[in-house]
């Protein structure tokens, strides 16, 4: 499984890989979301949402406290989960993960879904390096997620 790194120059950059990524998503995908605060991942999640669900002006509040945000859209329904407080992969069930499953799941902390980690997954780091610089790095949905097309939307 090959790794792509992508510089993100700003949050737009950072938005556009969202746009990119929900326009490759289908039903049965996740998104695996992890990096530190501040690293981007509630403007990645709320871009990927919007333009998934082909809606602008969608509201996507945080779902820290609920668990998992269910959205609809056109070809299927995606469930963003946020596992942070999650006490541990046998209370998924309880969260309609398997349902879920039938559409497209974006998760926040996944490192929580222990042996239920989709093993075809896209794996999305985002980090911040001492200088600010924020960095994607992406694994995963090959043949779907080529690293130079992905260069070439964020570096538009």
Request: aromatic share 6%; hydrophobic share 40%; glycine share 8%.
């Amino acid at each position: 499984m090959t790794e792509t790194q992508l510089i993100l120059e700003n949050e737009q950059a950072t938005e556009q890989l969202a746009r990119t990524l929900a326009a490759l998503a289908r039903p049965g995908d996740a998104l695996l979301l992890t990096g530190p605060l501040g690293a981007g991942k509630s403007v990645f999640a709320r871009a990927f949402l919007r333009d998934f669900c082909g809606n602008t002006a969608l509201e996507v509040p945080s779902p820290t406290y609920t668990l998992v945000q269910t959205y609809s859209a056109e070809i299927c329904t995606v469930s963003h989960f946020d596992l942070w407080r999650l006490g541990g992969p046998d209370e998924l069930e309880e969260l309609g993960w398997d349902d879920a499953r039938d559409g497209v799941v974006l998760v926040e902390w996944p490192e929580r879904l222990e042996d239920l980690t989709p093993a075809d997954a896209l794996h999305l780091a985002l980090t911040v390096g001492p200088d600010g610089v924020r960095t994607a790095h992406l694994r995963g949905w090959d043949g779907r997620s080529d690293g130079s097309a992905l260069l070439a939307t964020v570096s538009a």
